[in-house]
């Protein structure tokens, strides 16, 4: 389990196990991979295996670093040796990642070709590293970077046996371990944790916030069995579509039918057997009035400003006007009384809280992540058409645990520095976890562990209280 906290020596800092965000309309984003575009088969090559290869579904997370609020990694390749030291290549193009927006989510990298064998390690050769953290001053900062090493192998704690029926890959970049702040130059070492993802044995009901797997993009091709989105950079990636599949979109109308080539989409999947992704939830952006090119900027608000928006970081963008060139900028977003302010559909257990969950712009508050769909921008300024109160990842030391009807509610103590503590001034979190909260292990949460929730935070009356759409790190209900 992945933890953040901050020690300072001096000006030096060094960034332990922290914080990120499940996605919304967009959190949207769980999860975007950024840059140009590849198609929808597996890539990868044999390199000195011969055996018969299989697609397998590549997914890719972070580790939490609480002042980090962008960070994207170019990774270049991806290669796996297995125990008799015979390798294989499973990333053939090399592919921009943000991870910060990945704090307890995962999202498909790519879906590879992978002769059937034991593996015992991966060698990750990435560049270009990009960052902007927040400072003690909660001020964001563009950092200087310097990368240290351009390659990284991480040795599997346990052989992984690759087959047609068995798990997924997760490519876990721990950023706390990866990031060292002095003044405002970032040294970064990039450190992987690799690890086997049990596929799902069933879907999860529909009355769940979702399944802690998500991608953003947009709609290559679409049919009544499966769904192709562009996430930016990489391959495209093909989802399967059920009977089950939920839709969700604008109106209480969305269906299959509604979503068309071009248009924005967040999917909620699960891993199935034979390299499938399974879409579970399916949510399709309000269309544009105007007809023009939707984009959607998604990160944490920094700066109210009185009477006409705010100011944010960017980072996950989607659409036509944005690249991965803009992550980490500071945006303005101007708002009217014709914005809309809204709460996404994908967290469904709003029901019996024992307060009023609301997103207005009167309570939107800095340290909400938050995600703006827009067809007007001018450099870094955005006129918002929407806005929606996105899901985010929030870390620290459980310090209370008690239950308030149907929902347990623990007491979250942020870590000192952390980027949410640095701009909303709080120093606690209340979370509110039921049984629509998807737990990604079986790790009991005790006062005084560590917690790690992701979810939509609401300012109530100047307390930030998360309902939780997923715990990354424990069994949050029973």
Known sequence: MNHCSTRTNADVRKIRPPTLTLTVFLALVAGLVIGCNSNAMPTGSAGDLTSAAVAVPVLITDAPADQLVAFTLTLNSIVLTNSAGKTTSILSTPTTIEVCHLDGIQEALVTASIPEDTYVSAQIAFSNPQITYINSSGQPVAASTVLATTSYTANFAAPIAISNTSSSLLFDLLASQSVTISGTTVTVSPVFSVKAVPNATAAPSSGKNGTGMQQVGTIVSVSPTSLVIEPGSGSDVTFALTSSTVFQGPNAATTLASLTAGELVEVDFTTQTSGTLLA????????????????????????????????????????????????????????????????????????????????TAANLAAGQTVAVTTSAISGTTATAADVYLAPQTVDGTVTAISTSGSYDVYTLSLASGSAFASLSGASTVVVYASSATAAMSSTSIAVGSQGRFNGLIFNDSGTFRMVAAVCPDGTPHP
Not at 319 to 334: E, F, M, Q, R, W
Request: aromatic share 6%.
């Open 280 to 359: 579970t939830r399916v949510q399709l952006l309000p269309p544009n009035p105007g007809g023009q090119p939707l984009n959607l900027l998604t990160g944490p608000v920094t700066t109210l400003v009185a009477g006409t928006g705010f100011k944010m970081v960017l980072m996950q963008p989607a659409g036509p006007s944005l690249n991965p060139s803009n992550i980490g900028a500071i945006y303005t977003v101007d708002t009217s009384s014709s914005t809309v302010f809204a709460i996404s559909p994908q967290i469904v257990s709003l029901a019996g809280l024992p307060f009023t969950p609301s997103f």
